[in-house]
């Protein structure tokens, strides 16, 4: 063999190892991944057992809390005694329901004969707070029992009347005699004490709408003068639309920035007082709160609260007196009259309703006219005035109308050409 085929035969050898070793490898790695494949899904196989061995022992307990919580497995003594209990739980002096009736309807078995189903049918009558802590007592009872079914119809003002279903569960498995009254009661439910849920309850109208919450109504500013007596305050009133009718409104101030606390009062009425001695603007949040169930709250309201200098007071308007009433005005020289060769001036008072019957001679004194008869005619009536000289009243006319004849005889003369009346 010459030296070339000895290498080449060296080299072919070492190829073939790393060949079989390669196959080697590759063989024990995947071995070895199936091993750890088969690993994983034994370990998930044993948690997996765990976990149902759990679930087993937790339903186990659950079964066992249960059965400490069924009626007795004796349907006849399952009935008596969970009537009984439901008698007294009824009858109790917190509630005085009246009219208290409770049947017992068919009972029925589940499929894979684990328990009984028990249904009672229960009517009686009572207040919403009676039947409310009635119930919180039922189901704080860690009896296997629920309502299936309630139904409420009011009756009068303070009492309705209820019809429940009823369904309780005897486990096959259980005591054939059990005392109901030994089995505990919660001391809260899910959502709190009874106190909660009476809250929650009472404090709605179940059968009526729903309640709106009431919207403040009132300006969003005010505004007043300035005044340095603390007792000199101005005052507004708030206003708001309760959304429901019968309904009324009280108001709360929720947040004010006067300077002092005695610059402002505020009444539950939404009666608001307030006074500044500077000009400035203030605000207050008020909330109006309405006696719906139950009662709703109104969005707060900012208003604003401006205080400014009083104008000058003007000065008062001159008011004439009025003009005193006159009676002339209303006597009408009507007539003249002759009786007897004596001429008669026939006088109409209208505020009097009556005939003033004057001579000549008489005096007259009537209002602002005042004199001396001196003249009667057809056409008029003459009297000498003290002051004013002769009056002349026409025929049909009133004594107010009087024209002054010893005037005009002086303007006569007074002016050149003119002849005297």
Do not use: C
């Not at 991944?33 to 022992?57: G, N, P």
């Not at 003002?157 to 309780?168: F, G, I, N, P």
Request: charged share 25%; hydrophobic share 35%; glycine share 4%.
């Amino acid at each position: 063999m010459t030296k070339r085929e000895k290498r080449l035969t060296q080299i072919g050898g070492v190829i073939l190892a790393l060949t079989i070793v390669s196959w080697i490898f590759n063989s024990y790695s995947a071995t070895l991944s199936d091993l750890e494949r088969e690993l994983e899904q034994a370990q998930r196989q044993v948690d997996d057992i765990d976990i149902a061995e759990r679930e087993v022992e937790k339903l186990a307990q659950q079964f066992d809390e249960m059965r400490g919580q069924s009626l007795p497995s004796d349907i006849s003594t399952a009935q008596t005694a969970y009537k009984a209990w439901l008698i007294d739980l009824l009858q109790q002096d917190d509630y005085k329901f009246n009219n208290v009736k409770i049947a017992s309807n068919a009972i029925t078995e589940s499929e894979d004969a684990l328990f009984v189903r028990h249904p009672f049918q229960v009517s009686f009558a009572g207040s919403l707070d009676s039947i409310t802590n009635m119930l919180y007592a039922f189901y704080s009872k860690q009896i296997l029992h629920r309502v299936n079914q309630l139904s409420l119809q009011p009756l009068s003002q303070d009492e309705l009347s209820v019809r429940m279903t009823v369904e309780a569960i005897a486990l096959s498995d259980a005591p054939k005699t059990v005392d109901l009254e030994a089995i505990k009661s919660k001391e809260t439910l899910s959502h709190g004490d009874a106190a909660k849920y009476a809250e929650a309850i009472l404090n709605r109208n179940l059968f009526g709408p729903g309640n709106n919450a009431p919207t403040i109504t009132s300006s969003t500013r005010q505004s007043f003068y300035i005044s340095e007596d603390e007792d000199d305050r101005e005052s507004f009133r708030l206003t708001a639309d309760a959304k429901d009718r019968n309904q009324t409104v009280s108001y709360e101030l929720i947040k004010h920035n006067f300077p002092n606390e005695s610059q402002i009062e505020f009444t539950n009425d939404g009666r608001v007082r307030v006074q500044s001695d500077e000009v400035g603007e203030f605000e207050i949040q008020v909330q109006a709160t309405d006696t719906g169930i139950p009662a709703k709250q109104s969005e707060i309201k900012s208003i604003s609260i401006v205080f400014r200098e009083r104008p000058p007071t003007p000065e008062p308007e001159k008011v004439e007196p009025p003009k005193p009433f006159d009676v002339a005005q209303l006597a009408v020289f009507t007539a003249t009259v002759e009786i007897n060769d004596r001429l008669e001036a026939w006088i109409w008072r209208r505020e009097k309703q009556e005939m003033l019957k004057l001579t000549i001679g008489d005096p007259i004194d009537l209002g602002t006219f005042q004199g001396k008869i001196v003249s009667i005619s057809n056409k008029a009536l003459e009297v000498e005035h003290a002051e004013q000289g002769l009056l002349s009243v026409p025929s049909g006319k009133t004594l107010s109308e009087a024209q002054n004849l010893t005037d005009a005889v002086l303007d006569a003369l007074e002016t050149p050409g003119t002849e005297s009346p």
